[in-house]
């Protein structure tokens, strides 16, 4: 059978070396390379047949390097890299996978490295619960940007006041508009959000999150 061909990237020898054994036990991983910095990490990169790298965050004192020496390898050859890290931030989880790792995994769970490394191997979109529900947030941060520029602010107000019952002559009062401009921000809004009633379009709103 075959063997996944890993190369280790980590600046702590004890746990380099203890990662290595770890994983040499897996019948299907090998080894075959490792470095401790993002100089020593591209060269190997270079002549090594790996075909996925796990690469810690911090190589040094100077920061995420390991990110650095990520992108570095991607723009040098195709291979799969897995971050391997101590830090569980939400920030450093984003700039993993924009720098093209294809996930993030905390040593506290090392013992998932292996399926980590399988999954990447056969092309396969695992995502550690590590990074999982960072991702989602920021998918729905993201829906919820893009969601909230189709209304203007103005028809995101009247939206607001539709559903919470108030009578178009109300808003009227609210907003210090006229009836006519108050109804052509609800025909605006009914056509963008597809909708056939005000109070349809204000409940789609709240259950899409445009409005609060």
């Known amino acids: 059978m075959d063997q996944i061909k890993v190369m280790?990237?980590?600046?702590?020898?004890?746990?380099?070396d203890q990662l290595t054994s770890f994983l040499n036990r897996e019948h299907d991983i090998v080894v075959v390379g490792?470095?401790?910095?993002?100089?020593?990490?591209v060269h190997l990169a270079r002549l090594s047949d790996a075909q996925v790298v796990l690469m810690d965050l911090i190589l040094s004192d100077a920061g995420f390097d390991g990110l650095e020496a990520a992108m570095d390898i991607l723009e040098m050859k195709q291979t799969k890299i897995i971050m391997l890290t101590g830090?569980?931030?939400?920030?450093?989880?984003?700039?993993?996978?924009?720098?093209?790792?294809?996930?993030y995994v905390t040593k506290a769970h090392y013992e998932d490295i292996p399926w980590a490394i399988r999954?990447?191997?056969?092309?396969?979109?695992?995502?550690?619960?590590?990074?999982?529900?960072?991702l989602v947030k920021e998918f729905r941060r993201m829906k919820?940007?893009?969601?909230?520029?189709?209304?203007?602010?103005a028809e995101r107000e009247i939206l607001r006041f539709i559903h919470k019952g108030y009578k178009q002559s109300n808003i009227q009062s609210k907003l210090h508009a006229t009836e006519s401009?108050?109804?052509?921000?609800?025909?605006?809004?009914?056509?963008?959000l597809g909708t056939r009633s005000s109070r349809e379009a204000a409940r789609k709103a709240k259950r899409l999150g445009i409005i609060d």
């Open 87 to 103: 830090v569980d931030e939400e920030e450093a989880i984003m700039d993993t996978y924009a720098a093209g790792a294809v996930n």
């Open 119 to 134: 999954a990447a191997y056969n092309n396969m979109n695992y995502i550690h619960p590590d990074s999982a529900g960072v």
């Open 181 to 192: 401009t108050i109804k052509k921000h609800v025909n605006r809004i009914l056509k963008k």
């Open 34 to 41: 490792s470095a401790a910095n993002r100089e020593d990490a």
């Open 144 to 153: 919820w940007e893009q969601r909230s520029k189709l209304l203007t602010p």
């Open 8 to 16: 280790l990237v980590e600046d702590d020898a004890v746990w380099r």
